[in-house]
């Protein structure tokens, strides 16, 4: 439960966060200065806890650069005092900015681990500045760890860190978990740093993948391209063992904070949003989409497959509303830039063709949501249609389920989020690339009864509850401080197999 440290820690270890970003938000007060709150994300909300038990370190990129503001380190080392744990700011010129986070990050990684190599840049000047980014990281990391401390790494920001910390001469245990899919062999091997990335990567101790299918293809790149490497083990956790050292590796999907949700999602305030929204849109039935300004959502593709919807079953027209919401993002990146047109193209096109009087078959929002608004909408929404292309995990499809307190709703979710390796069986799943395959869905959902609605919402809500983040970091830990694979634990209806991957 939130609030409690469930891990399995020895006493003399701590805890070491390390992630591109601090869970922080900054914001300027009236006077000019910087004022900093806590983050308020899934991950901050089952580490924080962790973290504060053990007197534990999180290290990251506070958001701003060396030109807007060299003074932060001092800013929040005062503002975070009431925390409870410290944060150690990697300060970023704004060069290193552009070519490390916005560069290497998202203009080579990003794209290419979610099989979209089309999208790559692969600039030499980039990986000179993500090497030395990652060793910026892990100077600071080096500086405020202690012996035995655990150092837990995040996402693809930072896989060349491992090579830094271990050159540096720090033997603790360093675990890494990728948040966004890892690519099969034939997509990785264009990565023209694929080795020094691999071998960075295999001086971890234990690494986490999403999904059973990202852990098999990491698995076969490094055996088709590092001589030597030997795996062993089924099930959740495996070892890969090159030369004498081993590797852990084990699939972990990340969850939510379900009863967090669902307490927020039964609070007056977003009842009494829900209602407004359903009274705005009577006898509508509301179809839902939210997502990050992304190319990888498939929005474009959705909006295609709800337009032929309409046009194929004519029933939907005046009776369906699908609300979008965009969360600007990466906007600087031409590629965002341009997707943020086609959007907007396609929802002119399809409301000018579609539009009766009183009634606009999209409501598109281009903005961040505030957190009860977001929850009224899922709250509100008797559909969610959420097809990236490809995608990590994709806590929305949680959310928006672990907030249909009522049970009445229906997924619909890309075969090609990781989320559907847990969710399949009582979601709707569909290729993102077949749009006749999605309208078809979307008429199937709308007709489908509300008895049948109840009860696979109920046991999505099961598997979602059951599986949370606090279960995500448990499981993580565990089987970073497990000595044995038998040790390691044995989750009954564990979701994602060699077979349904
Ligand atoms: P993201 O690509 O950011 O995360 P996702 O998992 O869907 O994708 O998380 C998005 C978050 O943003 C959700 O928590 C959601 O509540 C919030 N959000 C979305 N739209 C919003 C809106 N309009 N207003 C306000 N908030 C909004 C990466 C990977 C994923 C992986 C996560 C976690 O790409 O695949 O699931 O990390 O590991």
Redesign the pocket.
């Known amino acids: 439960m939130k609030g409690e440290d469930r891990s399995v820690m020895n006493p003399v270890n701590r805890l070491v966060i390390v992630s591109n970003r601090l869970p922080i938000v900054l914001n300027h007060d009236e006077g000019g200065s910087w004022q900093v709150q806590e983050g308020s994300?899934?991950?901050v909300s089952a580490l924080a806890p962790v973290l504060k038990n053990r007197g534990g370190v999180w290290i990251g990129w506070p958001g701003t650069t060396e030109e807007e503001n060299g003074n932060i380190k001092n800013v929040l080392e005062e503002e975070t005092k009431s925390f409870g744990y410290s944060m150690k700011p990697v300060i970023l010129t704004l060069e290193e900015k552009q070519k490390y986070y916005e560069g290497f990050a998202n203009e080579i990684i990003w794209p290419l681990f979610h099989d979209m190599t089309a999208h790559c840049n692969f600039n030499p000047e980039y990986w000179q500045v993500y090497q030395q980014v990652n060793r910026k990281f892990a100077d600071v990391v080096y500086q405020n760890i202690r012996e035995n401390d655990f150092i837990w790494i995040h996402d693809y920001h930072l896989m060349n860190i491992a090579t830094e910390l271990r050159s540096a001469g720090v033997r603790s245990e360093l675990a890494f978990f990728l948040?966004?899919p890892f690519p099969p062999l034939d997509i990785m091997v264009r990565l023209p740093w694929r080795f020094q990335i691999l071998h960075s990567l295999l001086e971890f101790n234990l690494i986490g993948f999403?999904t059973m299918r990202d852990r098999r293809n990491f698995i076969h790149c490094v055996k088709t391209l590092i001589p030597g490497v030997r795996v062993f083990g089924k099930g959740q956790v495996q070892t890969i063992r090159v030369g004498e050292h081993e590797i852990r590796i084990g699939a972990f999907p990340?969850g939510?904070d379900f009863h967090g949700f669902v307490k927020l999602a039964a609070t007056p305030e977003v009842s009494e949003k829900a209602w407004f929204i359903h009274e705005d849109l009577t006898d509508r039935v509301i179809i839902l989409g939210?997502?990050?300004l992304?190319y990888?959502k498939g929005i474009p593709e959705r909006l295609k497959a709800y337009r032929n919807a309409l046009a194929r079953y004519p029933e939907l027209q005046e009776n369906v509303t699908f609300v979008q919401?965009?969360?600007p993002s990466r906007r600087s990146l031409p590629r965002y830039a341009a997707l943020k047109t086609e959007i907007e193209r396609l929802v002119g096109e399809i409301n000018g063709q579609f539009t009766r009087s009183g009634w606009v078959p999209i409501h598109y929002?281009f903005?961040?949501?505030?957190?009860p608004e977001?929850l009224a909408y899922y709250r509100t929404s008797e559909i969610a249609l959420l097809t990236p292309l490809k995608?990590?995990?994709?806590?929305?499809a949680k959310?928006y389920c672990a907030c249909k307190i009522e049970e009445n709703g229906v997924l619909i979710l890309s075969e090609f989020?990781?989320?559907a390796a847990q969710l399949q069986k009582y979601a709707e799943l569909v290729n993102p690339h077949d749009i006749e395959g999605i309208a078809e869905t979307i008429y199937r959902a709308y007709k489908m009864e509300p008895e049948k609605r109840k009860i696979r919402m109920r046991r999505l809500r099961y598997i979602i509850r059951k599986y949370d983040i606090f279960w995500w970091v448990d499981s993580f830990l565990k089987a970073a401080f497990a000595r044995d694979l038998k040790d390691f634990p044995y989750i009954e209806d564990y979701i994602p197999t060699e077979e349904n991957n």
């Open positions: 994300g899934g991950l948040h966004i999403q990340i939510i939210v997502d990050r992304d990888t919401a965009v969360v929002f903005r961040s949501l505030s957190r977001l995608d990590g995990m994709n806590l929305v959310e989020a990781g989320a």
